[in-house]
T-cell receptor, first 117, second 120 residues
């Protein structure tokens, strides 16, 4: 069983630039969610995708956007980067809530560390 | 909106001893999931234990057990026989068991975390 993988692991951008982070979900999972984790803090929910549709969003501005592909992998895009966007971005996958083996558990990747200068 | 509070920013324990991490939460929902996740310096969140709110029995996983008090909205984690590998940041997290409407469907709400240090 392949776990959740994210790329890149580290990246540095400058203010105003755009970034794309990628995530491959765990085998068999059709739901992907993204979290932002500032240093020393708990992760904050950005949004969730289920079967290629966004079906949940946290308090993040529209410059945070995403995609989910037919193979359930996902991208997080952030436009017009700000210094406060510096954080660890975590991707998590799970089964959908209606799935037979749904347990509510999220399976996380190792994250992408974004630094905005 | 649900909130999760971990009131202990840091805890320490001697190897082989027992430690309890505290977590309280606020919700108006009757059915939900509670989790403890561990995040070592490698960054990956690893599930330690989960509890379904409709189950009265406290969850246990080997050396890890919880004290789930639904009325008090409390969900503490007990680690017995602590090992050096238990050292990490621990997060308590809440997830609705159903679509509560609005746009927050499916999200995990995390506490601020507790850094656990294990002394040899």
């Amino acid at each position: 069983e392949t776990g959740v993988t994210q790329s890149p692991t580290h990246l540095i951008k400058t203010r105003g630039q755009q970034v794309t982070l990628r995530c491959s979900s765990q085998s068999g999972h059709n739901t992907v969610s993204w979290y932002q984790q500032a240093l020393g803090q708990g992760p904050q929910f950005i949004f969730q995708y289920y079967r290629e549709e966004e079906n949940g969003r946290g308090n993040f501005p529209p410059r945070f956007s995403g995609l989910q592909f037919p193979n359930y992998s996902s991208e997080l895009n952030v436009n017009a980067l700000e210094l406060d966007d510096s954080a660890l971005y975590l991707c998590a996958s799970s089964l959908g809530a209606g799935e037979l083996r749904y347990t509510g558990e999220l399976f996380f990747g190792e994250g992408s560390r974004l630094t905005v200068l | 909106a649900q909130t999760v509070t971990q009131s202990q920013p840091e805890m320490s324990v001697q190897e082989a001893e027992t430690v309890t991490l505290s977590c309280t939460y606020d919700t108006s929902e009757s059915d939900y999931y509670l989790f403890w996740y561990k995040q070592p310096p490698s960054r990956q969140m690893i599930l330690v234990i989960r509890q379904e709110a409709y189950k009265q029995q406290n969850a246990t996983e080997n050396r890890f057990s919880v004290n789930f008090q639904k009325a008090a909205k409390s969900f503490s984690l007990k680690i017995s026989d602590s090992q050096l590998g238990d050292a990490a940041m621990y997060f308590c997290a809440y997830r609705s068991a159903f679509n509560a409407g609005g746009t927050s469907y499916g999200k995990l709400t995390f506490g601020q975390g507790t850094i656990l240090t294990v002394h040899p």
